[in-house]
């Protein structure tokens, strides 16, 4: 089967490479979307939740936040702002993290309650990324 290289990149440099990968699925805007080699270049906005990395020895989960993703025929370069590993999820750190933006929602004089919601997403996704490994 044909492989592609998948790179995942974030403000502070490329966190994640692997050259052998058969299937990657993404969360876009728009739906869940699987890319093998040989896709059609494409580019798509992602949403924060997980990619998933499908290669010879196994499967990967990676947390990811905002992006794109820009899929050529034997590359894909994924751009977020942040990117970890389910086995790299500190999970009582998420938890914490979690409970400090849930503390902002439920503060009634929180005048910054669209960040807290997004917190609180990046949050809960990285748990739940971190289960699945």
């Known amino acids: 089967m044909s492989t592609v290289n998948l790179d995942i990149v ?32 494409t580019v798509a906005a992602l949403k ?6 499908n290669f010879r020895n196994g499967t990967e989960y990676i947390a990811v936040s905002g992006g794109f993703v820009e899929i050529r ?12 590993t389910a086995s790299e999820i500190d999970v009582e750190r998420a938890k914490l993290a979690r409970q400090r933006a ?12 669209n960040r807290a919601k997004r917190a609180l997403a990046r949050a809960e996704n990285r748990l739940r990324v971190a289960e699945l490994k």
């Open 48 to 53: 924060t939740g997980h990619v998933k990395v």
């Open 73 to 84: 025929q034997h590359k894909v370069s994924v751009i977020v702002q942040t990117a970890e």
């Open 102 to 113: 849930q503390s902002h929602l439920d503060d009634q004089d929180n005048s910054d309650i």
């Open 10 to 41: 974030t403000p502070n440099g490329s966190v994640y490479e692997k050259d052998d990968v058969e299937l990657v699925v993404f969360q876009t805007t728009a739906g869940e979307m699987g890319v093998m080699s040989g896709h059609i270049p």
